[in-house]
């Protein structure tokens, strides 16, 4: 494996598709929670937890998020560890291209693409497990 840093521009040249895109899931998604506090309501927007009556490996990130806007840092990652976890690091990289104009590049070996891939897969079905645990 190797790891470096290598330089590059600090603004990436983004698709006008996909940061539109974006804003309108940020938008849809800000309007259910405006909706929801103007109403009262506890509004799912999760369908896989509608139909199959336990969390998606997604659930608790918007009362995670909720949870840290309001100060509560712990108990917002405890919704959901592993994306907060995803969140931190890809904020991370964000910060160091943003300042030092320099991005992350790792090389694998094949070999090593499939203990990631494995490792990768058995922290994602432990997340889920413990969401459906803990957090219901």
């Known amino acids: 494996m190797k790891i470096a840093f290598e330089k590059v521009p600090r603004f990436p040249h983004w698709p006008l598709w996909s940061i539109l895109l974006v804003l309108c899931w940020m938008m849809l998604g800000g309007i259910a929670v405006a909706l929801g506090f103007e109403t009262h309501a506890n509004c799912s927007a999760c369908w896989f937890k509608l139909f ?64 990631l891939f494995g490792l990768t897969f058995c922290m994602f079905f432990a997340n889920w497990i413990y969401l459906i645990v803990a957090v219901g």
Request: with cysteine; glycine share 10%; net charge positive.
């Open 52 to 115: 199959f009556k336990i969390p998606c490996p997604t659930c608790g990130f918007g009362r995670g998020m909720t949870s840290i806007l309001h100060g509560d840092i712990f108990h917002g990652f405890l919704y959901n560890p592993l994306l907060f976890t995803i969140l931190a690091g890809w904020l991370f990289l964000i910060l160091i291209r943003a300042l030092f104009c320099k991005s992350l590049r790792v090389v694998l070996s094949p070999g090593e693409r499939v203990e």
